[in-house]
């Protein structure tokens, strides 16, 4: 069965810094580009970073830009969101997907990790 | 970049056609063929129900179908059923990067 397992959530204070895992099992996970995916609590979906499969090539929001680094180990099977200066807006559930075979859609997600940032 | 514009909400009754629309510019959603689109119920991952604007995952029903015409998609629900009652996101990739819509929140009546 392909699936995504997020961890790493907790409570950080503003300034703080964390580190997201997300384990791949079920597909060839150096096959495939992986993004991070956000949503605050009550609202909608935000992309926060994209790592090609090779991890050679990385993006980011321009919220996060500076900020956040995303990461891969394909030998291990696993992706990470590492989390820096963290502010309050940063508060929601962090959510790794997998894209598609030959495409840029998110087909596969991990059931979420929650982050809150606060005092 | 600015998300995607969707209606906030959209309700049908069993059986009816709606249609979700997501409006974004020419460097979004009229500038590619990558446009998605996702269900999430309350508390879950979301999950994606079309892909490359019209075409649909394995599994998923014939009831979903999407469609684009210039910088504006759309998601089009027939025979309306009460599992259909959820939120939808659309998405648009735009080479580097994903700009995600609103969300519309469907109601089944």
């Known amino acids: 069965e392909v699936q995504l397992l997020d961890s790493g959530g907790g409570l950080v204070q503003p300034g703080g810094s964390l580190r997201l895992s997300c384990a791949a099992s079920?597909?060839?996970?150096?096959?495939?580009?992986m993004n991070w995916v956000r949503q605050a609590p009550g609202k909608g979906l935000e992309w926060v970073s994209a790592?090609?499969?090779?991890?050679?090539?990385?993006y980011y929001a321009d919220s996060v830009k500076g900020r956040f680094t995303i990461s891969r180990d394909n030998s291990k099977n696993t992706l990470y969101l590492q989390m820096n200066s963290l502010r309050a807006e940063d508060t929601a559930l962090y959510y790794c997907?997998?894209?598609?075979?030959?495409?840029?859609?998110?087909?596969?997600w991990g059931q979420g990790t929650m982050v809150t940032v606060s005092s | 970049q600015s998300a995607l514009t969707q209606p906030a909400s959209v309700s049908g009754s069993p059986g009816q056609s709606i249609t979700i629309s997501c409006t974004g510019t020419?460097?979004?959603?009229?500038?590619?063929?990558?446009v998605s689109w996702y269900q999430q119920y309350p508390g879950k991952a979301p999950k994606l129900v079309i892909y490359?604007?019209?075409n649909r995952p394995s599994g998923v029903s014939n009831r979903f179908s999407g469609s684009k015409s210039g910088n504006t998609a759309s998601l089009t629900i027939s025979g309306l059923q009460a599992e259909d009652e959820a939120d939808y996101y659309c998405?648009?990739?735009?080479?580097?990067?994903?700009?995600f819509g609103t969300g519309t929140k469907v109601t089944v009546l």
């Open positions: 490359d604007v019209s």
């Open positions: 998405c648009s990739y735009t080479g580097s990067r994903y700009v």
């Open positions: 997907a997998k894209v598609v075979r030959g495409g840029p859609s998110l087909d596969i």
């Open positions: 020419s460097i979004d959603v009229g500038g590619y063929n990558y």
């Open positions: 079920g597909f060839t996970f150096s096959s495939y580009a």
């Open positions: 790592i090609r499969n090779s991890g050679g090539s990385t």
